[in-house]
């Protein structure tokens, strides 16, 4: 069973936070907990931060079944754009350059690769009942 965690208004520019998801994207989550925790990369750490509360919200939905069992990996991470803060910044002959703060949203799902089988028993109908009997 899968499980998701939002991170939201990231005061880190999209484009800089995708090359730093795309690093992890697919991955088991023990390693991509030891690419983020040794990427010196600015974002790396709220993603690192971000993966540990996925793992926490599975563990809240999945009580039955241990972490270690379970093969947990990236499934999907979205990076989208957020707000943008538009500041004036002064220019040479009195003119003013327009500077975008930009901001993004992550979202992050997990998903275990041993999904626990249930039993689904099948109840034959009176048409299969008939065409056995001949």
Do not use: F
């Not at 999209?14 to 994207?25: G, H, S, T």
Request: net charge positive; glycine share 2%.
């Amino acid at each position: 069973m899968e499980a998701i965690a939002k991170l939201r208004n990231v005061p880190t520019s999209p484009r800089k936070m995708r090359v730093i998801a795309d690093m992890i994207r697919g991955k088991k989550v023990s390693s991509a907990l030891s690419i983020l925790k040794y990427e010196p990369k600015h974002g790396a750490a709220k993603l690192e931060k971000l993966l540990l509360s996925a793992i926490s919200n599975w563990e809240a939905k999945n009580e039955d079944q241990r972490l270690e069992e379970a093969d947990l990996y990236i499934k999907s991470i979205t990076v989208d754009s957020g707000k943008i803060l538009k500041r004036l910044r002064p220019a040479p002959q009195g003119r003013a350059h327009r500077i975008r703060k930009r901001s993004n949203h992550v979202t992050m799902v997990i998903d275990s690769l041993n999904e626990p089988k249930i039993a689904v028993e099948v109840e034959e109908s009176d048409d299969t009942k008939s065409d056995n009997k001949e």
